[in-house]
Structures are given as C-alpha cells and as structure tokens.
C-alpha cells in the first residue's frame, strides 16, 4: 500500500505536498519522494526514510515551482531500494513526466516480459516503471491520450498521479481499487490525495471523488478536463480501506471511516455477545471498534496494551523475522489493568497470525483470567493482489487452518470474527460494487497466483 498527494497551483506546493505526505504517512513507511515543477523543469528528492527524515528546509528550496507530487512507499512489487523509490521521472517524445503510484499491476510480469523481448532496459524493479514504458511506446502525441491508451493494457490497482511542467494528471484504474480524491485549496488551486485526511492538514476542501475510470487533467492555470479510460470494469473498492489501511479522520468512498469501524464494533458484539470484565484494543487500528464493541456490551474498554508510537506499523514492514520482533517492541500490556480479568481483546484482522499470538501470550501473562480475541473482520483466507504484502496463500493462517485450529495456534480462550454479510451490512456497502478477495477469493480481475 502507498500514499499519494499532488497539489497544483500553490506557491509553496512542495511544502504542502510534504504536509500531505506526512497525513498519509501510515500507508507507506518505507521511503518518501517529491517532484516539483516550476513550470520548466522537474525538481526531485526520493529517499528511503520516514516522510519527516526526508525533507529539510534546503529541500523546499529546491523543489521548486506552484506544482508537485508525493508518495509514501509500502512495497508490494519490487524490494525496498532506492531505485525503486518514487516519484519516478522518465523523458521522451511527450517531455518529461514523473508518476507516483498506489496500487499493484497484476500484469505486470508479463508485459515487462513483452518489453523485454523487444530490447527494453529497465531501470527499477518496481511495477510502475512499466507505466513510462507503455506510455513511451503510445503512437500519439497527446500525454491524456497516451495514458489513456496505456491504462486500458493494465490488469489490477492503480490510483496514479502525473506531473509534467503543464499540468498534473491523476488517474483511476476502472475497478477503483484504491481511494483517490480531489480538494481545493483555500487560494482556488487543487490537491489530489489517497486520502482526504491529507486535505485537513494542508487546508483543502473535499471537492469529490475521482472516479474510476477517470483521467482528470489539472492545467496549472487551475482549468479542469475529465476524460474516461477507454475499458469497461466492475467497480471493485477495496473493503479493507475501511477494516484496517485509511486513517480514521478520513472519508473513503463516501463515508466516514471512524464512523465505519465504530459500527463494525457494534456488529461484533452481535456476533460475538462476550461479556467480559474489561475491553481492550490492539492499538492503533483496534481502539475505535473497541470502543463500539464496549458501548454496544455495556462494559468498560481500557487501554490495556500501550503502543511504542516510534515502532513502525508491523503488518506492513518487509521481513517476517522483523514483524515477530516488532510486536515486543511495540506494545507492553499494563498488568495492573488486566491482571485476574476476563478480557476481550478487539483488532481489526488477523493475517498472518504472528501478531496475535505474541498479544494473547502478552496479555496472559499478566496474569488474565480468559482472553477472547475478537476481529472485526471476516478471516483473511486468500493473498490480495492489488496493494496488500500478502504474496503467498502459505502465509495466511486462516487459509490454513479453520477457526478452532487457529484458536489453539494463538493460544486464546476464545476466537471469533466477524461475517462477510455483517460487514457488509454495517458498512452499508453494495458488495457488487466491492472487492473482498482477501475474504472470499473471488478476485474482480484475471489473476494468476502462481505467477505473482
């Protein structure tokens, strides 16, 4: 998963660029870049840091001009190397173009392939390169009509953002996998970001969503123009914005996400009517669901388990030995809080199980009394394809075992989740308009698992 902010008719648009990079910083903590231009050049800082370790004031300096783009990087395709870092630029018949990218090209392997064979040199090992690569190749002369073109030969999620010295474009594949929004900014300029958390930090105002589909063209004057990517596509929003990726304070396809998870704590306890001495939350992503789950049982929630906020999100570093080290790390339970209780522990997903198991020996070592562990999500049975370091089905512990033997792995008292059609339900989502592969396994586009 990736971040990404573009800010267009501003004077300081890389300073604001970085403050939305900074917003969207828990989609990707793996490296930061921006790409300015003042209507001439491209200016670029790519680094593999945090979002804050990135930019220095000389950095504003030099990114220079009234327009740029920025991404937060979460690598799904490619290793975390600089060479991969992007905004990436590229130069040819249509100029020079830098293109940040949220999303995973499920194709991309074997049009890399195709590439290849006809004596293409690749520079990264990250899907978006081959995005510059088919645009390159495009016939026309138009930079709309050659995106255009291009995204009808990608399979997957693409939530992109172009930036060249006349205009910034940002483009939705047709499935919609990923969030994408427009705002403007308090002096009649625009913004584009994963998340309309970023807006509030920068001042911006949710204009609407970009549509799938849609190629939106921001002139640097502040002039629109919509065109559609020529390829016709079931809607297939990723359902797991909501669960666990976008901030809180966000607005994701249209509702508020705070609003979504306090209702999925609502449905837990539905499903799962546990009445315990005390609820806690896995913090961060738990705490909000938690807070539903105890409203709706009638019981307190208390912050039994404390979160080192300079840790780095486990699920989403690289190494599997790392996420087991992270956790220790990362959250220490508070024994005076816990110990001789019944407690249900709330989070939002169980992936690879490594997480949960080293929470519940946490929390039963202090000397709790019964742990439940609750999620406020279906189990995670198959890899998702489209944004998630989810590569191998052997990963998954609920696609390996079912709901008992996976109690026993993690070595709780009780295990529950929540179901497919209450999530729906209390999302109040269309599920046709949704993807849930993660949960279910159908997949919105052609997918082969075995060459990803």
């Not at 504003?60 to 600089?82: C, E, P």
């Not at 499903?271 to 913090?283: A, F, S, T």
């Not at 489209?386 to 008292?413: C, H, W």
């Not at 209450?422 to 919105?444: H, I, Q, V």
């Amino acid at each position: 998963m990736c971040g990404i902010v573009g800010v267009v008719g501003h004077p300081e648009a890389s300073n604001l660029s970085y403050l939305g990079l900074y917003a969207l910083q828990h989609r990707g903590q793996e490296s930061a870049g921006i790409v300015s231009t003042d209507g001439d050049r491209l200016f670029k800082i790519r680094k593999k840091t945090l979002v804050v370790d990135a930019f220095t004031n000389d950095s504003f300096k030099f990114l220079k001009g009234s327009s740029a783009i920025g991404h937060v990087r979460y690598s799904t395709t490619g290793q975390n190397a600089l060479k991969n870092v992007q905004p990436m630029i590229a130069t040819g018949g249509f100029g020079n173009v830098a293109v940040a990218h949220n999303g995973n090209i499920t194709n991309f392997r074997d049009l890399k392939q195709i590439m290849e064979d006809q004596g293409a040199l690749f520079q990264s090992t990250a899907d978006t390169e081959i995005i510059l690569h088919l645009l390159a190749r495009e016939p026309v002369s138009d930079l709309k009509d050659k995106i255009s073109q291009t995204m009808a030969k990608l399979d997957g999620a693409f939530s992109l953002l172009f930036l060249t010295p006349n205009e910034m474009i940002a483009v939705r594949d047709p499935w919609g996998f990923r969030p994408l929004s427009l705002g403007r900014l308090e002096n009649g300029g625009f913004a584009v970001a994963s998340e309309t958390c970023a807006f509030d930090l920068i001042g911006a105002r949710f204009e609407r969503d970009i549509e799938p589909g849609e190629i939106l063209v921001i002139a640097h004057n502040g002039t629109l123009k919509s065109t559609r990517i020529n390829r016709k596509a079931s809607e297939a929003k990723c359902v797991f914005e909501h669960v666990y990726f976008s901030r809180p304070d966000s607005f994701v396809f249209g509702k508020s996400v705070y609003q979504s998870r306090k209702e999925l704590g609502f449905q837990l306890a539905k499903e799962h009517p546990i009445k315990p001495d005390i609820v806690i939350p896995v913090p961060d992503s738990g705490v909000i669901s938690a807070m539903g789950y105890a409203e709706a049982m009638n019981v307190p929630m208390q912050m039994g388990l404390i979160r080192n906020h300079y840790v780095g999100r486990t699920f989403i570093e690289p190494k599997q030995s790392i996420r087991g080290f992270g956790v220790k790390v990362k959250l220490n339970p508070v024994k005076s809080i816990l110990e001789g209780k019944k407690v249900v522990i709330v989070d939002d997903s169980i992936v690879r199980g490594t997480t949960s198991q080293k929470i519940v020996k946490m929390v039963r070592d202090t000397g709790a009394k019964e742990i439940a562990l609750l999620i406020t999500s279906p189990p995670f049975l198959s890899p998702c394809v489209y944004g998630i370091d989810t590569p191998s089905k052997e990963e998954l512990l609920a696609s390996q075992f079912n709901v008992e033997q996976m109690r026993e792995k993690i070595k709780a008292d009780y295990l529950g989740f929540l179901s497919v059609e209450g999530m729906y339900k209390t999302l109040n989502f269309e599920r046709s308009l949704f993807c849930d592969a993660c949960f279910s396994g159908t997949y919105p586009t052609s997918v082969d698992l075995n060459s990803l």
